[in-house]
Each structure stands twice: as C-alpha cells, then as structure tokens.
C-alpha cells in the first residue's frame, strides 16, 4: 500500500495565499522603506524577544526590495489554514517548544539585511505546541503591517496526511452536526434487521437513527465540555490552553 505523504503547511499556506491573490488581492505592500537602526543580534537577546508579552503590536519596518515575496502572507490566508488544519496564529511567549539555531539564525540575517530589529514575533502551530513542548511542523512570523505576516523560518516535522481530514468536523458547528448525522445513519446501518421486530419498518428505521443520533450527540457534547474544546474557527487566535 503506498504511504500518504505529510502534509507540509508551509506549502497550503502558499497554495492558499496564491488563490487569495489570484481572486483579486494583488497589491501586497507600498508602504515599507524606512530603516531602524540596527542593535547587536545574539541568541539571548533574540530569545527574550521571543518570549516578550508585548502590549504594542507594532509592525517590523522591512525593505520590500530584500524580501522573498514568496515568505510573505496575509492575515487572510493563515486564517484558512489554521481553520482547516486546526492550527493556532498566537504571540511567540506562548510558544511552549524550542526554537532551533537556524530560525535564530535567520532573524539574525534578516536584521542585518534590513537593519532592523525584529519583535512582535507570531508562530502558527497546533494547538499542544502551545501547552507541551512537541515538533510539528511551527511556522514563525514577523508582522509586517496592514494584515501582511513575513515567514520568518520553518522546523520540525510536517503534518499527518490527513490533519485536514479528521479536523473537518471541528471547523464549524455545522460541519460538526454534519458528521454526527453521517456517523448516525452509518450506525443505524450497521443495526440488524430483526433485532428489535420480526420485520423492522422504515418508523422503526427511523427511531434507531434518533436513537443513535441523541446517544452520539452526547459523547460529543460531554467529551467537549470536559476538555474545553472549542471549533477552528474560534480558537485560531485563542490565547487561553484549554481552547485546544
């Protein structure tokens, strides 16, 4: 049987700001060239920066001409994905896992390519990288202003093949009512014939599905309540742990 790949976010976030610029989103950046003076890189400073709680979400001042526009992204296009594969776009002091040389590394280069010092860090991870210290596949961000998020560096390993798929029931509350009533009928199915009459009727047919869909509809509501869960679409930018 041939193996599914991992899912590279990296890549669907690019697919995706692609679609966003083909549908009319075009003009990115006319706004950046100012310089700041540059102060003296090292991993400490970088590090506290990294994990500053900064009150002031200033934008990073960058040189348009010196980016990969390739590397830059709108707020729009790290939102469907983060919906889609149940990822979190938070501040870096949230981050519980380790940041590797190369992501120190590359805000050291584009510091002193831009002459600048980098701050207001973002990272766009699953949610247990935010509560446990884990390796799949972070994503660090620079704000850049208007909306626009400079990937900084990527590390780890890539996402399950099917991240996408098993999250599809958690992005909404109508993609979740859909799966419990897909999951109720195949349940009402898999009920044999003759287990509650001699000859079960479309009535009775119908009464199993209630049946499992209430029973379904149950554990889902109480697994949910227990551990806080909450759908993609309100916890991609939500600072509290147990909004996993």
């Not at 047919?205 to 759908?231: E, Q, T």
Request: contains cysteine; charged residues 25%; glycine residues 4%.
């Amino acid at each position: 049987m041939m193996l599914l790949k991992r899912t590279n976010i990296h890549e669907k976030l690019l697919r995706e700001q692609l679609h966003n610029t083909n549908a009319g989103d075009s003009k990115v950046i006319n706004w950046v060239n100012q310089f700041l003076k540059n102060t003296p890189s090292s991993n400490a400073r970088i590090l506290d920066q990294l994990k500053q709680n900064s009150s002031e979400q200033l934008p990073n001042v960058l040189d348009f001409d010196k980016l990969d526009t390739a590397r830059i992204f709108h707020e729009k296009s790290i939102k469907k994905i983060c919906v889609d594969y149940r990822l979190r776009f938070l501040d870096t002091h949230f981050f519980k896992g380790t940041y590797p040389q190369e992501a120190l590394d590359e805000i050291k280069h584009l510091e002193e390519e831009h002459e600048t010092a980098l701050s207001n860090f973002k990272i766009m991870a699953p949610s247990k990288m935010f509560v446990l210290s884990r390796t799949d596949d972070p994503l660090l961000f620079a704000p850049m202003g208007n909306g626009y998020y400079y990937l900084i560096h990527k590390w780890g390993k890539d996402l399950h093949p099917l991240r996408k798929l098993m999250m599809w029931p958690f992005k909404t509350f109508e993609t979740l009512v859909f799966t419990i009533m897909l999951s109720s009928i195949l349940a009402t199915l898999l009920v044999p014939d003759g287990l509650f009459a001699p000859e079960q009727s479309f009535s009775q047919d119908v009464m199993v599905f209630f049946f499992m869909f209430k029973s379904i509809a149950a554990i889902v509501i109480y697994y949910g309540f227990a551990l806080g869960k909450n759908f993609n679409t309100a916890i991609w930018k939500c600072q509290y742990d147990k909004a996993q």
